[in-house]
């Protein structure tokens, strides 16, 4: 059985595997956490494209058909350059606004990321196409995926929280998770900021476009 790559910075990707899993149970996956290069997200453009490269061709050379790069800095960075060198299929994971977009009733929406992520190109094309009548409040966390990476979730919890405070009275009621450590504490972040505001990610999405495209090459 061929095999799905998937690359991050960490233990980010782990939430995107198991989505992974549950739809391709069959599915042999490495997991490529590249604690060594942590964080991705404050990497510089080429850096990060030839730390990417070296990591694909290794897994290539283990057998990989599909990779995944599971870090949205990676992704809004990099991936056109890497679908350039590369002749196998690369699935990427981008905020996601559009279902933010479609889910707000109150036309408030904010995109939790990092400082990378929140000022790419890739995110500002995301909030043109889908948010052309919503406010859209993009807030950089500096540290979070790091204090999450180090299982400092009380430090990463006590940020979060200052943060919010400039925000909660904006009328936000969809908040994207747009980091995949994000979600590793998505049930700490959603009792910073209430029941009421609905915190989205892009982990199922991808897992979908995978097994898309696990099927499409017919893999088995």
């Known amino acids: 059985m061929k095999k799905i790559g998937i690359i991050d910075s960490g233990i980010g990707g782990r939430g995107i595997k198991k989505e992974i899993k549950k739809l391709i149970p069959q599915a042999e996956i490495i997991y490529f956490a590249d604690s060594k290069n942590f964080p991705y997200g404050t990497k510089e453009v080429e850096e990060l494209n030839r730390i990417l490269e070296k990591n ?31 002749n196998i299929p690369i699935v990427g994971v981008e905020p996601a606004i559009k279902m933010a977009a479609k889910n707000t009733k109150t036309k408030n929406i904010a995109v939790f990321a990092t400082p990378i992520t929140s000022k790419s190109e890739a ?14 409040y993009k807030i950089p966390f500096e ?78």
Do not use: P
């Open 56 to 86: 694909i061709s290794e897994l290539i050379s283990k057998g990989t058909e599909i990779i995944v790069l599971a870090c949205n800095s990676a992704t809004v960075t990099s991936i056109n350059y890497l679908r350039e060198r590369f």
């Open 123 to 136: 995110t500002d094309r995301l909030i043109n196409e889908y948010c052309k009548d919503i406010i859209v």
């Open 143 to 220: 540290n979070l995926a790091g204090e999450i990476e180090n299982n400092k979730i009380g430090v990463a919890g006590l940020g979060v929280t200052k943060i919010w405070e400039n925000y909660k009275n904006k009328n936000i009621d969809v908040i994207v998770l747009g980091c995949t450590h994000y979600t590793l504490i998505k049930n700490q972040i959603q009792k910073i900021v209430g029941d009421q505001i609905e915190l989205v990610d892009s982990n199922s999405a991808v897992a979908q476009q995978v097994k898309k495209v696990y099927d499409e090459i017919n893999i088995d």
